[in-house]
């Protein structure tokens, strides 16, 4: 398994600013990935996050509005850009590490936009 | 495109009880199927993986079963405990080479009753 932390656990934004997202992994993986998790609402995938190249966007989801970096292979973040009260969600990292079908979570971060 | 479903969205036993989790997807070409466990406001903890070539998968008081045919998985909690008292997610992988979106259930909420 793998143990993944994510900096900030929890943040409140006013509209209109961005948020960065941070995710470290202990050890070296092959895919990260971003989801997003609405209030009531399972989880859904935004996108990719690949080593050494743009990442992969999943329907409905811009890189303009979701910017993702991957500078190496323990970590990657996200940025919630011009944030709407609708950004409100949960964000959750999570890899796949070479050998397992598993994905492993991070703890996420709560982000609230007033 | 897959649609996963868990029913029921809640439930309440008291501690002690056996009970049941009920996974349901529509395209039976899934990979693997996983399960999660997921606490108020925190990231998702992997309970277990089912590969597709397997019917059942035990952990401790935890079994889940795969049953690709009818588009069913169930997870079976024997003498529940307070502390089991979580959101229990299901999310159905994709065959290789699909893409990497895990199609999530949206939980049941299970609250055990001391």
């Known amino acids: 398994s793998a143990v993944i932390s994510q900096k900030p656990s929890r943040d409140i934004c006013q509209r209109g600013t961005s948020l960065t997202i941070q995710c470290q992994v202990d050890?070296?993986?092959?895919?990260m990935f971003w989801y997003r998790q609405q209030p009531g609402q399972s989880l859904t995938l935004i996108a990719t996050?690949?080593?050494?190249?743009?990442?992969?966007?999943e329907s409905g989801f811009v890189i303009d509005k979701f910017p993702i970096s991957r500078p190496n292979l323990t970590f990657s973040t996200l940025t919630v850009s011009n944030m709407s009260p609708e950004d409100s969600s949960i964000y959750l990292c999570?890899?796949?590490?070479?050998?397992?079908?598993?994905?492993?979570f991070g703890p996420g971060t709560r982000l609230t936009v007033t | 495109k897959q649609e996963v479903t868990q029913i029921p969205a809640a439930l309440s036993v008291p501690e002690g009880e056996n009970l049941v989790l009920n996974c349901s997807f529509t395209?039976?070409?899934?990979?693997?199927l996983q399960w999660f466990r997921q606490d108020p406001g925190k990231g998702l903890t992997s309970l277990l993986l089912i590969q597709s070539s397997q019917r059942e998968q035990t952990s401790g008081r935890l079994n889940a079963s795969l049953d690709k045919s009818s588009g069913r998985s169930t997870l079976y909690i024997a003498a529940s405990q307070p502390g089991d008292s979580a959101t229990y997610l299901c999310?159905?992988?994709?065959?290789?080479?699909?893409?990497?979106?895990?199609?999530f259930g949206t939980g049941t909420s299970l609250t055990v009753i001391p």
């Open positions: 999310a159905v992988i994709p065959p290789k080479g699909t893409g990497n979106q895990f199609y």
């Open positions: 996050a690949n080593q050494g190249s743009e990442a992969t966007y």
């Open positions: 999570s890899v796949g590490t070479s050998g397992s079908d598993e994905q492993y």
């Open positions: 395209d039976s070409a899934i990979y693997n």
């Open positions: 050890s070296q993986v092959t895919m």
